[in-house]
Antibody, heavy 117, light 106 residues
Framework: EVQLVESGGGLVQPGGSLRLSCVAS????????MTWVRQAPGKGLEWVAN????????YYGDSVKGRFTIGRDNAKNSLYLQLDSLTAEDTAVYYC??????????WGQGTKVTVSS | IQVTQSPSTLSASVGDRVTITCRAS??????LAWYQQKPGKPPKLLIY???TLESGVPSRFSGSGSGTEFTLIINGLQPEDFATYYC?????????FGQGTKVEIK
């Protein structure tokens, strides 16, 4: 079964850090660019970051640039997102997704991040 | 590049033809995609590259457009189509979503 499973979300204080993971199964993970997208409560979708097949190129949305770091380990079929200097505005469900023809084809169920004191 | 989706809410009946528009602040590539999202679920890709239907998506969904204006049409709205729809554009290693259109039951 083709699947993406996110984990690592939770409650964190402002200024804190969190590391999200996304494990892929059922397809050749190493052949896809990968993406993180987030959705704040009751709000729309926001692209967060993309990473190339081999991890050599990374791109970030303006609101997270310099604070978030995307990474991958193709040997472990895993995608990561390191979240630093968190603020309340980072509270959201974070989704990982495959990137195909510059669209996001396959999505995980998401992991919830809450930033609050 | 700013992407403006309209309308933000749309009331329609089963069987209706529904049109959702996505306008960009400047001419964008043909890599425009459309997604459907239901409450508590991740988005589902419907259309990519402006008009290519994703595998398994019903043919009542179609996309068109170029330059700064793109549209999603649902021909013959079905009960399972009541959801929120998002457009998403790609340009120069930056991806942007529209604000979303909620399709409600009239």
């Amino acid at each position: 079964e083709v699947q993406l499973v996110e984990s690592g979300g939770g409650l964190v204080q402002p200024g804190g850090s969190l590391r999200l993971s996304c494990v892929a199964s059922g397809f050749r993970f190493s052949s896809y660019w990968m993406t993180w997208v987030r959705q704040a409560p009751g709000k729309g979708l926001e692209w967060v970051a993309n990473i190339k097949i081999d991890g050599s190129e990374k791109y970030y949305g303006d609101s997270v640039k310099g604070r978030f770091t995307i990474g991958r380990d193709n040997a472990k079929n895993s995608l990561y997102l390191q979240l630093d200097s968190l603020t309340a505005e980072d509270t959201a469900v974070y989704y990982c997704a495959t990137n195909r023809y510059y669209a996001f084809a396959m999505w995980g169920q998401g992991t919830k991040v809450t930033v609050s004191s | 590049i700013q992407v403006t989706q309209s309308p933000s809410t749309l009331s329609a009946s089963v069987g209706d033809r529904v049109t959702i528009t996505c306008r960009a602040s400047q001419s964008i590539s043909p890599y425009l995609a459309w997604y459907q999202q239901k409450p508590g679920k991740p988005p589902k890709l419907l259309i990519y590259k402006t008009s290519t239907l994703e595998s398994g998506v019903p043919s009542r969904f179609s996309g068109s457009g170029s330059g700064t204006e793109f549209t999603l049409i649902i021909n013959g709205l079905q009960p399972e189509d009541f959801a929120t729809y998002y457009c998403q554009q790609y340009n120069s290693y930056s991806w942007t979503f529209g604000q979303g259109t909620k399709v409600e039951i009239k």
